[in-house]
């Protein structure tokens, strides 16, 4: 009895498997394809292609933009093996196809929380839920570097808007410097003592601690000279897909200089980071978002115009394309490496 029970267990197990695969793969290509075809804000991208100088110096911008998109996924991999190492030894390609996977699925989830769930989900033996919170570490980094470097952005961007030198807005500005450089010290300090987290954690949670020990215990894995090597991981990466919008501006004729440009990047990284979306729909929101900052900026020059919007749009809508679509795309393959369900030994 229990060895049919235990049979008919495996075959529901390995049905579950499938149809969930087969569903995530279905929904993402639906999606992908929905928003590569139908959508005129990607088509829009391609048609100014034929617009585009083909000079040697243009292909060689997007030759080296489309380079960095494999080095930007590569970073990502070894970033989360660094940290998941501490819970299952894996190996870097396991680590890249869990990457990819967990973009697949987050296309079709809300702020890409499915990029934790494709992740955990290719892990052999390690518990899911501390998976995802070391995974969690990770985009914490991420975060902080996003942060960190819109923060300081957004400072000298400030004086675009507001007269400084006019009487109250000088002192305004002071503020919003000194709340900024404290904003910035205070997320770096929080992150690089993450593991006090766990011991606020066992203090608030009383008697139930021993239910969530397991889970808390997560923070406290992490050295600070491991937080900051993920750190450093995060900003190295933050430079290769800064540098591709940066190539890519220049692809589609916007001609600012390269520090100019970071600083306005880092402006569109920061809204970004602070608007929820859903990452299917997020092209929309980061056209919208990089036209606003680089309009206002480029307008004080004098020198806007309609090509220029369109322009900016199609760098922000490719880089978009480059570092999600054609990763999700790849990822649907590993969709397939992904165990939903598994013994029941293996958490």
Not at 161 to 188: E, P
Not at 246 to 269: K, Q
Not at 302 to 317: C, L, Q, R, T
């Amino acid at each position: 009895m229990k060895t049919k029970l235990h049979k008919k267990y495996l075959a529901y197990r390995q049905s579950g498997n499938i149809i969930i695969k087969l569903a995530v793969v279905a929904f993402t290509i639906v999606f992908l394809y929905d928003q590569l075809f139908y959508q005129k804000d990607i088509s829009s991208v391609f048609n100014v292609f034929s617009e585009i100088s083909t000079d040697l110096s243009s292909i060689i911008l997007l030759l080296i933009a489309v380079i960095l998109m494999p080095i930007n996924i590569i970073l990502e991999s070894i970033k989360w093996k660094y940290l998941i190492n501490k819970l299952e030894k894996i190996s870097l390609l396991v680590a890249l196809k869990g990457v990819l996977a967990g973009i697949s699925v987050s296309m079709i989830m809300p702020n890409r929380v499915g990029d934790y769930l494709g992740r955990v989900f290719i892990l052999k033996k390690a518990d899911r839920l501390q998976a995802v919170l070391s995974t969690i570490l990770g985009s914490l980094s991420q975060l902080v570097t996003t942060m960190l470097f819109g923060l300081i952005s957004l400072i000298f961007y400030y004086t675009e808007y507001v007269n400084i030198y006019d009487g109250l807005n000088f002192w305004l500005y002071i503020g919003i410097i000194l709340v900024g450089i404290s904003l910035i010290f205070t997320m770096i300090l929080a992150y690089l003592n993450f593991s006090v987290f766990s011991i606020i954690i066992k203090k608030i949670s009383g008697r139930y601690y021993n239910k969530i020990e397991k889970y808390a215990q997560v923070f406290s894995w992490y050295s600070q000279q491991e937080l900051l090597n993920v750190l450093f991981l995060s900003m190295f990466r933050y430079a290769v897909f800064s540098l591709q919008f940066f190539l890519l501006l220049h692809f589609f004729g916007i001609s600012t200089n390269y520090v100019e440009s970071m600083m306005l990047i880092a402006v569109i990284y920061i809204f970004m980071a602070i608007i929820p979306t859903i990452a299917l729909t997020e092209i929309g929101v980061r056209g919208s978002v990089s036209l606003y900052v680089f309009q206002h900026h480029i307008e004080a020059l004098g020198i806007w115009s309609p090509e220029i919007a369109v322009g900016v749009v199609s760098a922000s809508s490719l880089l978009w394309i480059f570092n999600l679509v054609f990763p999700a795309i790849v990822g649907t393959i590993f969709v397939f490496s992904l165990r939903f369900f598994r013994k029941s030994n293996g958490n």
